[in-house]
């Protein structure tokens, strides 16, 4: 029971993936049309002073802007999308009609009860303009709520097949006519239960800014402890689209939600400094500064005849953190042979954001350094003041730094570089690549093995126990994640050894091998080699 739930929550947490990656890409290039309207480096560089780059500016922002107004039909389609077991285009599309069913069914109802507001006093009523639509205000939940009732329609009514005059109305087409009556349902029930909900949002939002910088402290602390389950997003998701990370009213407009605040604000060139509801997403502050520490420490305590392995393998880490701020790679490298250091982490990584608060940062950081940058220095100091973000994560290098370095030594934690005699750190060469590839593993079949480039794949496989064991293989941000016949059959060292994948997590027949930012290209290839479909097409 416990691994079917941790199953569901995996696969809804991959689903989240779908809107959440798209949305921070709208953000950047908001920012970057504030660059070319921005008054302070107009005055300092002439040249933007033109109609045409201003102008472009201009339309970039306010082209961009409304998607973060509109987050619930984004949600709604991009969740449907990613929890649908096939035909996925089917899906999203009847996530959009059925998005537009639902709203006009409860501004109807609600018409009918006499429960609309007038339109000029919808601010504060709990009712909200949708699509050009009045219903009650539900956010992104409404999009979450309505993906998740698509996407479990879709799986089950998808392969509904009629004969002869009736074969018309099968497939995705009567999934449509199953689901008009649950939404219709669904709308009439939730303009009378919504409010509730939202009452106990409301209060949460109260307690969690009751509680201020300790509730900073656990939000910061649970984002990073909640790594290895894969579910780390569904911490910061809430805070950074919902009321629970502040409303605000810019520019005429109301956001939800930390990161749409400061993205309209950042586009309003009469906000002066961003809000403090940033703070949630600071999140980079141990990515770009803290991490870089440990792996210092980890380098400098490794064995002398080891350190140039170590160096080899955190380098690269280090900078794929510092610039991108993809951190497992790094915390993988001691999550399980030092648990009590990852633990020691996640406290430092709330406890940075803490400070941040503290001193009154209002810099965006939610990953890498790229974003810092393109963030914060085009809005210049008095609007984010991100010198302050900047000397904090000095600290808290260092802090990172001589924290780990003691508890190494003093604890003689086994981190890399550092393991006992035969379980030596080992890169994978060119010379065992090929070595190991010139051999046929065990349980791959002849089709497999006519694939034209397997790559490190066949390694691959053997280290999750032969191409019968894997039952199916799919992939998130950094993982590649996998339903095994038999998780016992999986070898570790080989994976780890080579492969060079930065840790193996085992949840019942659920298994996530982490690969980094190439995990994409690591499926593509395995898929190929296995001669399968990608997960999910047909």
């Known amino acids: 029971m416990k691994a079917k739930i941790m199953d569901t929550m995996q696969k809804f947490s991959k689903a989240m993936f779908v809107p959440v990656l798209i949305l921070p890409i709208a953000g950047l290039l908001i920012a970057i049309g504030n660059v070319f309207t921005n008054p302070r480096l107009i005055e300092q560089f002439s040249f933007l002073d033109n109609p045409i780059t201003m102008g472009f500016g201009s339309i970039l922002s306010a082209s961009l802007l409304p998607i973060l107004t509109n987050l619930g039909i984004i949600f709604c389609v991009g969740i449907a999308l990613g929890l649908a077991n096939k035909k996925k285009a089917e899906a999203a599309f009847t996530a959009l009609l059925g998005y537009l069913v639902f709203l006009y069914a409860m501004n109807k109802f609600m018409e009918l009860r006499g429960m609309l507001v007038e339109p000029d006093v919808l601010q504060g009523s709990g009712q909200a303009m949708v699509l050009g639509i009045q219903v009650l205000d539900m956010g992104v939940f409404l999009g979450i709520i309505l993906g998740i009732v698509v996407a479990l329609i879709h799986n089950r009514f998808i392969d509904t097949k009629f004969n002869n005059a009736f074969q018309v109305y099968g497939g995705a087409r009567f999934v449509f006519i199953v689901l008009i009556p649950i939404l219709v349902l669904s709308a009439i029930a939730l303009s009378f239960i919504w409010p509730i909900i939202q009452q106990g949002i409301d209060s949460l939002g109260g307690v969690i800014k009751e509680t201020g910088n300790f509730g900073i402290f656990l939000y910061g602390s649970l984002e990073r402890l909640l790594i290895p389950t894969g579910l780390h997003h569904l911490i910061y998701t809430p805070f950074l689209y919902t009321s629970l990370g502040g409303v605000a009213e810019v520019g005429g407009q109301v956001f939800e939600g930390a990161r749409n605040i400061y993205f309209a604000e950042i586009a309003d060139p009469a906000v002066r400094v961003l809000s403090g509801s940033v703070i949630w997403d600071a ?155 010139a051999a046929v593993p065990a349980g791959v079949s002849a089709v497999a093995l006519e694939a034209a480039d397997t790559g490190i794949s066949a390694t691959i496989v053997e280290g999750l126990g032969g191409e019968a064991n894997i039952k199916t293989i799919d992939n998130c941000y950094t993982r590649l994640r996998l339903k095994l016949q038999n998780p016992e059959l999986v070898d570790e060292a080989l994976l780890k050894d080579q492969t060079s994948a930065k840790g193996v997590i085992k949840n019942g027949e659920n298994v996530h091998v982490v690969y980094g930012l190439t995990v994409a290209q690591v499926r593509e290839d395995l898929e190929k080699y296995l001669g399968r479909d990608p997960e999910g097409d047909e």
């Open 283 to 437: 999140r980079g502050i141990s990515k770009m500064f803290g991490l870089i520490g440990a792996c210092l420490a980890m380098y400098q305590t490794a064995k002398p005849e080891n350190k140039t392995k170590v160096k080899a393998i955190l380098i690269p880490a280090v900078v794929t953190s510092f610039v991108a701020g993809v951190t497992e790679p790094i915390e993988f490298s001691f999550m399980f042979v030092a648990p009590i250091l990852f633990v020691i982490h996640s406290a430092l990584s709330g406890l940075s954001m803490v400070v941040l608060n503290i001193f009154g940062s209002r810099a965006i950081g939610p990953n890498g350094f790229i974003d810092f940058l393109l963030y914060n220095l085009p809005l210049g100091v008095e609007k984010t003041r991100w010198p302050i973000y900047i000397a904090v994560g000095i600290a808290f290098f260092f802090i990172y730094y001589f924290t780990f370095r003691l508890l190494i030594t003093k604890l003689n934690l086994k981190t890399v570089g550092r393991e006992d005699t035969g379980k030596e750190t080992k890169l994978y060469s060119k010379k065992e690549y090929n070595e190991k590839n």
